[in-house]
């Protein structure tokens, strides 16, 4: 069995992530959804909440499991026995950091590889702040994300 895994912020889950979840999810036999938990971030949400929008949007598919994790994301995909750990690419603006990123891990856990998914051309623009930035200023966000999450961005956003 081939364990992966997408870590990642998911603050909230967006379309652009679901795709990766998707592809990811026909690569490797078991693909772990892991939400970092970082304190030094802030966020929109909290932990649990992002766990549980991921877990909502992705039910459908069978092989994918969503967790948590503190700490060196190396760290979790060790315990988790993972061969790689799964990035998307938007643009070429993520490629320098997380070249950066797949190259420290790599020093840190020879062992596990990253594997990188280009965007579908679609989702080339989205980011979880983008979602949340439309948002705030009361932009129609159903193109983004699922119409459950859409739900609890304008939930916490009424709050
Ligand atoms: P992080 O804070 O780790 O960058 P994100 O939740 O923003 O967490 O993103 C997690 C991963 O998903 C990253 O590899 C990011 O490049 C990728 N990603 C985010 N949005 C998209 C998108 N629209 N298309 C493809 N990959 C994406």
């Given amino acids: 069995m081939t364990t992966a895994i997408y870590p990642g912020s998911f603050d909230p889950v967006t379309n652009g992530h679901l795709d990766i979840i998707r592809r990811a999810a026909k690569i490797a036999d078991v693909l772990i959804v892991a939400v970092l938990n970082n304190p ?27 967790d948590s994790f503190s700490g060196l994301t190396v760290d979790y995909a060790r315990k988790e026995h993972a061969v790689c750990m799964v990035r998307g690419l938007r643009a070429v603006t993520d490629f320098d950091y997380e070249l950066q990123l797949s190259q420290t891990n790599k020093v840190l856990a020879p062992e596990v590889d990253t594997v990188f998914l280009a965007t579908d051309l679609k ?21 983004f994300v699922p119409s459950y999450v859409q739900k609890k961005v304008l939930d916490k956003l009424a709050k």
């Avoid at 877990?55 to 499991?65: L, Y």
Wanted: overall charge negative.
């Fill in 123 to 143: 989702y080339a623009y989205l980011s979880s702040s983008v979602v949340k930035e439309a948002a705030g200023f009361g932009g129609d966000i159903s193109g």
């Fill in 40 to 66: 030094s971030k802030t966020s929109m949400f909290t932990v649990e909440e992002r766990v549980e929008m991921l877990r909502e949007t992705t039910k459908d598919i069978e092989n994918v499991r969503v």
